[in-house]
Structures are given as structure tokens and as C-alpha cells.
């Protein structure tokens, strides 16, 4: 047997399989944290290097799993509360119910 040829598939093995391994834990982690609420992700998700979470881990097929949500068209949409627009009062969207009410969904950052 050739010990050095043994020796340095057994250590090639070892990388391997430790890449593979930190590539499972990070890629739990990173869908941990987008099950996380929006303001707490995204805190932790501006510490990580952008080419890893998009060139290396499946960011988009995480994303669409955990925040895939479970409303379907024509359901009602869910009760919140937010602030006017110049800080003044509150909106229940509850509270308009019955008139006519259009929410605009996106990212503005």
C-alpha cells in the first residue's frame, strides 16, 4: 500500500467532508434566521458578506420556502397595525373594513 497516497486521500476526505458540513450548518442558519421577523433578519443578514449568502449558500429556494406564507388570492389579508404616515395616530386595517383599501407590498431599501 502507498502510505503517503492513503494518507492524502484520508486528509482530501476530511476537507470534503468538512466543507460539507459547514455548508449544512450555514445554510440552517441562514434559513433560521429569515424565519426570523424582517427587521431582526435583515439586522443579521447585513453582517454577512453578500457573495456568500448569494454564491454559495441557496439563498433564493430557502427564501421562497420561508416566507412562502400560507394566504391564497381572495383571502382576507391579515389584521395589523401601523402608524400614519406623519406619526400622529394608528390604522388598524381591521377598522376599514368595509371601504376600499389597497396595500402595496415591496422592499424599498
Do not use: C, Q
Not at 10 to 19: E, I, M
Not at 92 to 107: A, D, I, M, N, T
Amino acid at each position: 500500500m502507498n502510505w503517503p497516497l492513503f494518507v492524502a486521500l484520508r486528509v482530501a476526505g476530511a476537507l470534503v467532508s468538512a466543507a460539507v458540513a459547514l455548508w449544512v450548518l450555514g445554510s440552517a442558519a441562514m434559513f433560521g434566521l429569515m424565519l426570523l421577523p424582517p427587521s431582526t433578519f435583515a439586522r443579521w443578514i447585513g453582517k454577512v458578506p453578500a457573495g456568500i449568502v448569494m454564491g454559495v449558500l441557496p439563498f433564493r429556494p430557502a427564501w421562497s420556502l420561508a416566507r412562502a406564507g400560507s394566504l391564497n388570492p381572495g383571502d382576507p389579508a391579515p389584521d395589523f397595525d401601523l402608524p400614519t404616515y406623519d406619526r400622529s395616530s394608528r390604522v388598524r386595517l381591521s377598522s376599514l373594513r368595509g371601504k376600499p383599501v389597497v396595500l402595496v407590498f415591496g422592499s424599498y431599501t
